[in-house]
C-alpha cells in the first residue's frame, strides 16, 4: 500500500491510500498500479508524473509540488527509492536466505549475471535485473519489482565512483559477491586502475562472514580483493591455482568456446551459445556460484551452455547484403575492445572491420584509443572510426558508417562496439536478416 510505502522511506503520503504492485522510473514502460518514481538526471522525471498517471501508475514520489492523485512527497527521489529498495530486500528474507548474487568488474558484468541467472533457474526460481539496470535506481527497482516467491536474486552493480557499490550493497545484502575482471574502465572518475580495483573492492567488503567471494584467478588486481573481507573465497579461470579451471579450450567457426572444466565439485563440460572466449570466462564465475548453491554441476553447465545473453552483447547477426555482424555495440572500454578485437580475429572472411565509436570516462583517452588502433593493424583489422578522431584515423560520420555498412557483401565480417554514449546500437538498425 502507499501507506506503506511512505511510512518505510519516510515520505509524507498525500492524498488517498492506494494499492501498489511494482516500481518503474520510467513512464514509458508505467504499468497498472505501479509506483512511478522521478528521477533528476539528464531530465527532471517530475515532468513525466502526468504521463505516467495516464498510463495507469497508483501513485507516485516526487521532491516538489504534488500533482494531484496519490503522492508520496521525498526530499530525494532516488534516496527514496534506495531506501525503499532495501526495504522490499528484507521483506523477501524469508525466501532468499543465502541466495542473492551481486556481480561487479569492468567488463562482463551482465553476461555473467545472465549466466548465473540461467545457472541457478535450473534449480531454483529466481530473479535477474533486466538489462543493465544496475545504479541506485535499477538495483532497488530490480528487486521492488521481484516476485514474492523468489528463491534466488542475482544482481549486477556498477561502478561510476567511489562509495557506489558500498550503497548497493547496502540495499542488496548480497551473500556471493562476484568480480570480473578490473581494468581502465571508468578511470576518469576514480583516477586509475587502482582506483578501480578499490571501488570494485567494495563488493567483496560487504560480504557476511557467512558468505563466499567469487574471484578471477587471472587478474591480479581481482585477486588482491580475497583479504578484503572475512568471506570465504573460491576462485577461476585457467590459472592452474584457480579452483574453477578452464582446460582443453578450443573456438569453433563461430568464435564460440568449447571447454572442460574442473571443479571441487566434479567436472564439466562447456559449449557456449555466445562467441568470445571471455564468455567461457564468464561462465566459470557462473559455475562457481551454482556449486556454492549445491546446484548440480553438468546441470548448471548444460543451462549455461543453451543460455542466450542481454541484446547487444557479442550477438552474431547477418545483414540483409549477407555480411556478418557481430554486435557488441551496447557499451566498451579497452579490456572489452581487445576482447571482442580478438574474437573477430577467429573469424575467416573476405574482410576484417570494426565500427569503433568512443570509449568514454578515460582517465588517458587518447592513449587508450591509439592502443587499440594499434591492436586493429596487428589483427589485421579495419578500423573505422564513427565520430571520433582518438583512434589516430580519419573518422567519419554515423550516416557515412551506415552507408558503408549498406555497400558490405557475402564473407565480410564486422564488429560494432563503443560506450554507451557513441550510439552504435542504432548503427544497425533495419538492416538485419536474421540471427545465426
Given at each position: 500500500?502507499?501507506?506503506?510505502?511512505?511510512?518505510?522511506?519516510?515520505?509524507?503520503?498525500?492524498?488517498?491510500?492506494?494499492?501498489?504492485?511494482?516500481?518503474?522510473?520510467?513512464?514509458r514502460t508505467i504499468k497498472p498500479g505501479q509506483l512511478f518514481v522521478p528521477i533528476v538526471d539528464q531530465r527532471?522525471?517530475?515532468?513525466?508524473?502526468a504521463d505516467a498517471l495516464s498510463r495507469g501508475a497508483g501513485a507516485y514520489l516526487t521532491s516538489r509540488a504534488?500533482?494531484?492523485?496519490?503522492?508520496?512527497?521525498?526530499?530525494?527521489?532516488?534516496?527514496?527509492?534506495?531506501?525503499?529498495?532495501?526495504?522490499?530486500?528484507?521483506?523477501?528474507d524469508p525466501q532468499l536466505q543465502n541466495r542473492v548474487v551481486a556481480i561487479t568488474g569492468s567488463v562482463g558484468k551482465t553476461s555473467t549475471k545472465d549466466l548465473i541467472a540461467s545457472a541457478l533457474a535450473t534449480v531454483l526460481r529466481t530473479h535477474a535485473n533486466d538489462q543493465s539496470f544496475n545504479n541506485d535506481f535499477g538495483l532497488p527497482t530490480t528487486i521492488l519489482n521481484a516476485p514474492d516467491d523468489i528463491e534466488a536474486l542475482v544482481v549486477e552493480m556498477g561502478m561510476r565512483g567511489f562509495g557506489e557499490i558500498a550503497r548497493?550493497?547496502?540495499?542488496?545484502?548480497?551473500?556471493?559477491?562476484?568480480?570480473?575482471?578490473?581494468?581502465?574502465?571508468?578511470t576518469q572518475r576514480v583516477g586509475s586502475i587502482n582506483g578501480v580495483t578499490r571501488a570494485k573492492r567494495e563488493l567483496i567488503e560487504s560480504l557476511p562472514a557467512g558468505g563466499c567471494a567469487v574471484l578471477n584467478a587471472d587478474d591480479s588486481n581481482v585477486l588482491s580483493m580475497r583479504d578484503a573481507s572475512k568471506a570465504a573465497v573460491l576462485t577461476f579461470g585457467e590459472s592452474s591455482s584457480a579452483e574453477v579451471r578452464m582446460v582443453d579450450c578450443e573456438i569453433d567457426q563461430q568464435g564460440r568456446a568449447i571447454a572442460?572444466?574442473?571443479?571441487?565439485?566434479?567436472?564439466?563440460?562447456?559449449?557456449?551459445?555466445?562467441?568470445?572466449?571471455?564468455?567461457?570466462?564468464?561462465?566459470?564465475?557462473?559455475?562457481?556460484?551454482?556449486?556454492?548453491?549445491?546446484?548440480?554441476?553438468?546441470q548448471a553447465a548444460e543451462a549455461i551452455s543453451k543460455s542466450n545473453i542481454s541484446p547487444f552483447r557479442m550477438q552474431i547477426r547477418k545483414l540483409k547484403n549477407g555480411a556478418v555482424v557481430i554486435d557488441d555495440s551496447y557499451n566498451a572500454n579497452p579490456a572489452s575492445m581487445r576482447a571482442a578485437f580478438e574474437t573477430l580475429s577467429t573469424f575467416s572472411g573476405a574482410r576484417r572491420i570494426a565500427f569503433c565509436g568512443l570509449m568514454a570516462e578515460l582517465a588517458e583517452p587518447s592513449e587508450d584509443h591509439l592502443a587499440i588502433s594499434l591492436l586493429a593493424k596487428q589483427k589485421q583489422i579495419e578500423l573505422v572510426a564513427v565520430e571520433?578522431?582518438?583512434?589516430?584515423?580519419?573518422?567519419?560520420?554515423f550516416s557515412q558508417a551506415r552507408q558503408v555498412l549498406e555497400e558490405l557483401g557475402d564473407g565480410d565480417l564486422v564488429l560494432v562496439k563503443g560506450s554507451k554514449v557513441a550510439g552504435l546500437v542504432r548503427l544497425c538498425e533495419g538492416l538485419y536478416r536474421d540471427e545465426l
Amino acid at each position: 500500500m502507499a501507506s506503506d510505502v511512505a511510512q518505510a522511506i519516510s515520505g509524507e503520503l498525500i492524498g488517498s491510500n492506494a494499492h501498489l504492485d511494482g516500481v518503474s522510473f520510467d513512464s514509458r514502460t508505467i504499468k497498472p498500479g505501479q509506483l512511478f518514481v522521478p528521477i533528476v538526471d539528464q531530465r527532471d522525471g517530475h515532468d513525466f508524473i502526468a504521463d505516467a498517471l495516464s498510463r495507469g501508475a497508483g501513485a507516485y514520489l516526487t521532491s516538489r509540488a504534488p500533482q494531484g492523485r496519490t503522492a508520496i512527497t521525498v526530499t530525494d527521489t532516488v534516496t527514496g527509492l534506495l531506501k525503499l529498495g532495501a526495504w522490499g530486500r528484507t521483506r523477501l528474507d524469508p525466501q532468499l536466505q543465502n541466495r542473492v548474487v551481486a556481480i561487479t568488474g569492468s567488463v562482463g558484468k551482465t553476461s555473467t549475471k545472465d549466466l548465473i541467472a540461467s545457472a541457478l533457474a535450473t534449480v531454483l526460481r529466481t530473479h535477474a535485473n533486466d538489462q543493465s539496470f544496475n545504479n541506485d535506481f535499477g538495483l532497488p527497482t530490480t528487486i521492488l519489482n521481484a516476485p514474492d516467491d523468489i528463491e534466488a536474486l542475482v544482481v549486477e552493480m556498477g561502478m561510476r565512483g567511489f562509495g557506489e557499490i558500498a550503497r548497493l550493497c547496502e540495499v542488496a545484502r548480497p551473500h556471493i559477491g562476484v568480480v570480473t575482471v578490473v581494468s581502465n574502465a571508468h578511470t576518469q572518475r576514480v583516477g586509475s586502475i587502482n582506483g578501480v580495483t578499490r571501488a570494485k573492492r567494495e563488493l567483496i567488503e560487504s560480504l557476511p562472514a557467512g558468505g563466499c567471494a567469487v574471484l578471477n584467478a587471472d587478474d591480479s588486481n581481482v585477486l588482491s580483493m580475497r583479504d578484503a573481507s572475512k568471506a570465504a573465497v573460491l576462485t577461476f579461470g585457467e590459472s592452474s591455482s584457480a579452483e574453477v579451471r578452464m582446460v582443453d579450450c578450443e573456438i569453433d567457426q563461430q568464435g564460440r568456446a568449447i571447454a572442460m572444466v574442473k571443479t571441487p565439485w566434479g567436472d564439466a563440460k562447456l559449449s557456449m551459445n555466445v562467441p568470445g572466449k571471455h564468455m567461457a570466462h564468464n561462465a566459470l564465475a557462473a559455475l562457481c556460484v551454482a556449486g556454492i548453491l549445491h546446484i548440480d554441476i553438468s546441470q548448471a553447465a548444460e543451462a549455461i551452455s543453451k543460455s542466450n545473453i542481454s541484446p547487444f552483447r557479442m550477438q552474431i547477426r547477418k545483414l540483409k547484403n549477407g555480411a556478418v555482424v557481430i554486435d557488441d555495440s551496447y557499451n566498451a572500454n579497452p579490456a572489452s575492445m581487445r576482447a571482442a578485437f580478438e574474437t573477430l580475429s577467429t573469424f575467416s572472411g573476405a574482410r576484417r572491420i570494426a565500427f569503433c565509436g568512443l570509449m568514454a570516462e578515460l582517465a588517458e583517452p587518447s592513449e587508450d584509443h591509439l592502443a587499440i588502433s594499434l591492436l586493429a593493424k596487428q589483427k589485421q583489422i579495419e578500423l573505422v572510426a564513427v565520430e571520433t578522431n582518438l583512434y589516430g584515423v580519419r573518422p567519419i560520420s554515423f550516416s557515412q558508417a551506415r552507408q558503408v555498412l549498406e555497400e558490405l557483401g557475402d564473407g565480410d565480417l564486422v564488429l560494432v562496439k563503443g560506450s554507451k554514449v557513441a550510439g552504435l546500437v542504432r548503427l544497425c538498425e533495419g538492416l538485419y536478416r536474421d540471427e545465426l
